[in-house]
């Protein structure tokens, strides 16, 4: 058989009497020497050396593809040969950036036991033929599609030390942008942005939308993003809604070439000042607000709560009550905004006229109750007898999923 690859050299010195047809016995003319030499250079500089071939759709890897590369732009099947063409110890380098690469054996032929794998956009995978099936080691992170969505890493807000009143620090992380084709956005190094000024990209520059005063109120903090890989900021939005941030982003001076976003937390601002809170994770703990102070019964309505509007969180809620005088029933009922109405009980004080004396209760309340986006749920209060000399309900909190889930 004629060696026109690297791939059926004999392992045998002596099974290796010719190079592509060229004979290289001792008893062969001295030119065949001469294309000898000009055909091994050949074919080293086609299997040793690996070349990259940018592929923007489905391909079938041959022989002469040992050790080279294809990068796909584009989501593709890379088909493969028969095993037993391609031969034992065939290799080749599969690069994903722009798409999923599906490889498709061939026939019932498979690879690492399965009839296809699929590698994910901003993975590469290494393949190997054994001479009867194929194997493949995959390694990277996705930085695009399907397999990112939802991702969130890091990226832990937190009051600035200098300037608590205006300013935030937002850490190093990762996360995949809203929308339906995600891309894997990076904030190498922590940041601080400020509340008090107009969006400029960098550090110690502003955050807020142009477009409207600073105001007290909820904003949305976004991580954004130019490309896969390329330059990341923040900016701080009222809209929870990317894409309206996005749009607002991209009519900032100098934002037009942000092209992703993701909503990464929410803050508030109240009394001219951003309120104080800590993250860990998606639980944010703020400065106490008392939402309700009461000694009145109330009936089922919707309460507001010191969390963020525009979107949906779980409040994390204290509550005081106590009896004014003996002989009282009181209760506090909550419900989620979805619920249509506060119904299940979260504190009762309750006294006897035989035990002569008051009644108190101080309980945390499982974050189980959903709010609406104008950070409402619901709330009732009953007094069946007596009087209560307390009813006070406070938001120490929130949970926000963040998209993660």
């Not at 809203?178 to 509340?195: E, S, V, Y």
């Not at 009896?323 to 989620?336: E, H, K, P, R, Y």
Request: glycine content about 10%; overall charge negative; some cysteine.
């Amino acid at each position: 058989m004629a060696k026109t690859s690297i791939l059926d050299w004999d392992t045998a010195a002596l099974g290796n009497t010719d190079i592509n047809s060229i004979g290289i016995l001792g008893s062969n003319i001295v030119a065949n020497f001469d294309n000898a030499f000009r055909e091994l250079m050949a074919q080293g500089a086609s299997n040793l050396v690996s070349r990259f071939t940018s592929r923007a759709a489905g391909y079938t890897a041959v022989k002469a593809d040992h050790n080279q590369v294809s990068l796909f732009t584009a989501s593709a099947t890379l088909g493969l040969t028969a095993a037993a063409t391609l031969t034992n110890g065939w290799e080749h380098i599969v690069v994903a950036s722009g798409g999923e690469v599906t490889i498709d054996p061939n026939g019932s032929e498979t690879i690492n036991g399965l009839t296809t794998i699929v590698v994910l956009n901003g993975q590469r995978a290494t393949i190997w033929c054994n001479g009867t099936a194929f194997y493949a080691s995959v390694t990277g992170e996705a930085t695009i599609g399907a397999a990112i969505q939802g991702k969130l890493y890091g990226l832990t807000l937190s009051n600035n030390g200098s300037d608590a009143t205006n300013d935030i620090d937002i850490a190093v992380g990762s996360a995949a942008s809203d929308g339906t084709t995600p891309i894997l956005m990076t904030l190498a190094a922590g940041i601080t942005k400020r509340l008090d000024a107009n969006w400029a990209a960098g550090t110690n520059a502003g955050m807020r939308y142009s477009g409207a005063a600073i105001a007290n109120t909820t904003y949305h903090v976004y991580l954004a993003s130019t490309a896969v890989g390329g330059s990341t900021d923040i900016y701080a939005d009222p809209s929870a809604d990317p894409a309206v941030a996005l749009a607002h982003l991209q009519a900032e001076a100098g934002g037009s070439s942000y092209a992703k976003v993701r909503r990464i937390g929410s803050i508030i601002r109240e009394s001219a000042a951003i309120v104080a809170f800590k993250q860990d994770g998606n639980t944010f703990r703020r400065a106490t607000k008392t939402d309700r102070s009461s000694t009145s019964a109330a009936a089922s309505a919707l309460l507001a709560l010191g969390i963020p509007t525009g979107i949906n969180v779980y409040p994390l809620l204290s509550i005081d009550m106590a009896t004014g005088s003996v002989s009282t029933d009181a209760q506090t009922l909550l419900g989620g905004a979805w619920e249509g109405s506060a119904g299940i009980v979260v504190s009762r004080v309750f006294t006897t006229s035989l035990a002569g004396s008051s009644s108190v209760a101080h309980d945390t309340i499982p974050p189980v109750f959903l709010s609406n986006t104008s950070a409402q749920i619901y709330f009732a209060a009953t007094i069946s007898s007596g009087s209560i000399s307390a009813n006070v309900l406070s938001t120490v909190g929130w949970i926000d999923n963040r998209g993660t889930v």
